[in-house]
């Protein structure tokens, strides 16, 4: 089975930047998935990563180990409107391709 | 916008009564997966479909079903409804089925069951 924990809330201020960690044990691994979340909104894709390292997509930047079953998300510059959830997410390495969710991470960016 | 488009946005109805969730994939993708989001559960596979096919089911009840059309819109009916069965309702699509294809979700259906 699959399991992935990730911080149920954090508070961070405008201007700073905030590390969201995502820790998973799987039977198989497909690549790593983050996602931005607003409230009552679609999640929107922000990165993939399926080999180890940093991968930087503007004030975005995701990481993975895979051996040690861990990614972070790190956002810089943080601004009001990153306040939202963001979800982490592990391909299945079964032929259904589905994507499983933790339960996200709520962040809060203060003024 | 994904380009994923979902109706209807908001849905009201009671115990027991049955509704159906339309899904518009974006152009050229082939894959559609529907999930559900409540409260207290994160997202959660249901089923995903592959160019018309049935690839593979998660969690889905009996209660639920749904097909994906030749012109690749999809539905999810939903049966006897019961009050846990109030959630969002995404569905996403891709490309295909390779592993590293992005799922670009839907705007979603808000279902609630009073």
């Known amino acids: 089975g699959q399991n992935i924990d990730q911080p149920t809330e954090m508070t961070a201020t405008e201007g700073a930047i905030v590390q969201i960690n995502c820790t998973y044990q799987t039977s198989g691994f497909n690549g790593l998935f983050w996602y931005q979340q607003h409230a009552g909104e679609a999640p929107t894709f922000l990165s993939y990563n399926v080999l180890d390292g940093l991968e930087e997509k503007g004030r975005f930047s995701s990481f993975l180990s895979r051996s040690k079953g861990y990614s972070y998300l790190l956002l810089k510059e943080l601004q009001m409107k990153d306040s939202a959830s963001y979800l982490c997410?592990?391909?299945?390495?079964?032929?259904?391709?589905?994507?499983?969710f933790g339960s996200g991470t709520r962040l809060l960016v203060r003024p | 916008d994904s380009g994923v488009t979902q109706t209807p946005k908001h849905l009201i109805t009671a115990t027991g009564q049955r509704v159906t969730l339309r899904c518009s994939p974006r152009?050229?993708?082939?894959?559609v997966y529907w999930y559900q989001q409540s409260l207290d559960q994160g997202l959660q596979f249901l089923i995903h479909y592959y160019n018309g096919e049935e690839r593979a089911k998660g969690n889905i009840l009996e209660r639920f079903s749904a097909q994906q059309f030749p012109d690749l819109h999809s539905e999810l009916n939903l049966s006897s409804l019961e009050l846990g069965d109030s959630a969002l309702y995404f569905c996403a699509s891709s490309v295909g089925t390779t592993p590293q294809e992005t799922q670009y979700f839907g705007p979603g259906t808000r279902l609630l069951v009073l």
């Open positions: 152009s050229g993708d082939l894959s």
């Open positions: 997410a592990v391909r299945a390495l079964d032929s259904s391709y589905k994507l499983i």
